[in-house]
């Protein structure tokens, strides 16, 4: 058999979601079903990020619920945030969030953004990530599961 007639009898594998999780957030204005995601490493382990590699990849396929990562701030809806907040990552990420157009969503990914997690008392660690900003949204878990960062998005897209 072919490889494009076995595409074609097989469709495309995806991990398919129940119904919509209750809102997190409200989706911010003129975000109807679709948001441009920025994702911000502030200093974490690269767990959180493999993760949400995951999450975007084609097996969860964090696209189909409206969630799709963007290179800049300028262009992003949401601030996906993973890691504690070091010093040398504090301004960027203040200047990250002023940069992101209102109304946006910040969404803290990852015990260590949420609490400190195993970095609590790590010399270069400034705080958690609602230390230095405001997070509308958490998603708990060392490192969260690409389905549970998938119901925190969908959360807030609605879909």
Known sequence: MGWIRKILRVGRVVERAGTAPPAAAKPPAGVRGSLQVRHVDAGSCNGCEVEIAGAF?????????????VASPRHADALLVTGVVTRNMADPLRNTVAATPQPRVVIACGDCALNRGVFEDAYGVVGAVGEMVRVDVEIPGCPPTPAEIIAALRSVTGK
Do not use: K
């Open 57 to 69: 990849g084609p097996v969860y396929d964090a696209e189909q619920y409206g969630a799709r990562l």
